[in-house]
Each structure stands twice: as C-alpha cells, then as structure tokens.
C-alpha cells in the first residue's frame, strides 16, 4: 500500500496563512507529479494545483492562483501547498495525491491521501 499523509490543515481567519505538507511512504513516489485537491461539503472534489517531479513545472486552479504555492522536495518525499490570503470559500478538505502525468483530472491520479481540513473563518 501506498500511503499518502497530510498535515497542516487547521482553523484559520480570513486573510490568513496555513502550509499543508504531504509525506509519501515510498521514495519512488518522486518520480510523480503531486498534486493538490479539495472536497467542500456537497461539492464535487476539485483540482488546486499541480508539480512535476522535478519542481520546474507548476500549474494552478484559477480560484487560488496568485495566493497558493505548490512545492516538492524530493530528498523528503514530501509535497507542499503554502496557503496565503485564505478566503471562507478555500474551506474544505484537501488531499495529496500522485500521478504518473501532469494533469488537472482527478481520475488520473494513482494514489491518495486521507484529507486534511481547512477552516476559513470570516
């Protein structure tokens, strides 16, 4: 089994910052893209962002481009998402998951991992 973990999430105000980390129970796993999603309640699960294995390629959702950043660091087998200037409407649950491609589409993605919540208050 694979096992994907996230950490970080949290209650936070409006305007305020978390940093998410994922940790890959296997290092292969640094040769996937990583990426980033989020589940609020009722809604279908979206994509948030994305990084190739090397780093050098990132892509965002445009609800949260200019204001999250998604990093990797391969000798930790860990992924990143930095939080900033968090809104209400960013509350839901985000998971970690890997791909074998850079993608948007969630079916795509091989692995994931259990979820982390994040509250936004106003």
């Known amino acids: 089994q694979v096992q994907l973990v996230e950490s970080g999430g949290g209650l936070v105000q409006a305007g305020g910052s978390l940093r998410l980390s994922c940790e890959a129970s296997r290092r292969t796993l640094s040769r996937h893209a990583m990426g980033w999603f989020r589940q609020a309640p009722g809604k279908e699960r979206e994509f948030v962002a994305v990084i190739s294995w090397t780093g050098g390629t990132t892509y965002y959702a445009n609800s949260v481009q200019g204001r999250f950043t998604i990093s990797r660091d391969n000798a930790k087998n860990a992924v990143y998402l930095q939080m900033n200037s968090l809104k209400p409407e960013d509350t839901a649950v985000y998971y970690c998951?890997?791909?074998?491609?850079?993608?948007?589409?969630?079916?795509?993605?091989?692995?994931w991992g259990q979820g982390t919540q994040v509250t936004v208050s106003s």
């Open positions: 998951a890997a791909s074998e491609l850079i993608v948007t589409d969630k079916t795509k993605y091989n692995y």
